[in-house]
């Protein structure tokens, strides 16, 4: 059974970090493309990182170039996201998903995704 569990939200104010974890079972991440999304309330899902199965290509918003840094341990089965210079705009429940076809920036190219996890940006 393919499952993906993000953890490593919470909260946290204005230009804090933290380190979301995205762990997968049931298949092995080595094998795909894995995507950070996010969606704050009364907003659509957006893409905000992604990394090929092999990390060498990655692909980040323009919001958040500079700031986030995603990363991956095949070995662990688990893709990362650190988060940087944290701005309350970027408060949403974060998620990852697998990357299946199609571009990389859009949500219905990815098939598998874990429930979320919460991220809170205040003071």
């Known amino acids: 059974q393919v499952q993906l569990v993000e953890s490593g939200g919470g909260l946290v104010q204005p230009g804090g970090s933290l380190k979301l974890s995205c762990a997968a079972s049931?298949?092995?991440?080595?094998?795909?493309?894995i995507g950070w999304f996010r969606q704050a309330p009364g907003k659509e899902r957006e893409a905000v990182s992604c990394?090929?199965?092999?990390?060498?290509?990655?692909y980040y918003a323009d919001s958040v170039k500079g700031r986030f840094t995603i990363s991956r341990d095949n070995a662990k089965n688990t893709v990362y996201l650190q988060m940087n210079s944290l701005k309350p705009e970027d408060t949403a429940v974060y998620y990852c998903?697998?990357?299946?076809?199609?571009?990389?920036?859009?949500?219905?190219?990815?098939?598998?995704w874990g429930q979320g996890t919460q991220v809170t940006v205040s003071s």
């Open positions: 049931g298949f092995s991440t080595d094998s795909y493309a």
């Open positions: 998903a697998t990357h299946r076809s199609g571009p990389l920036s859009t949500s219905s190219s990815y098939d598998y």
């Open positions: 990394i090929s199965s092999r990390a060498d290509r990655t």
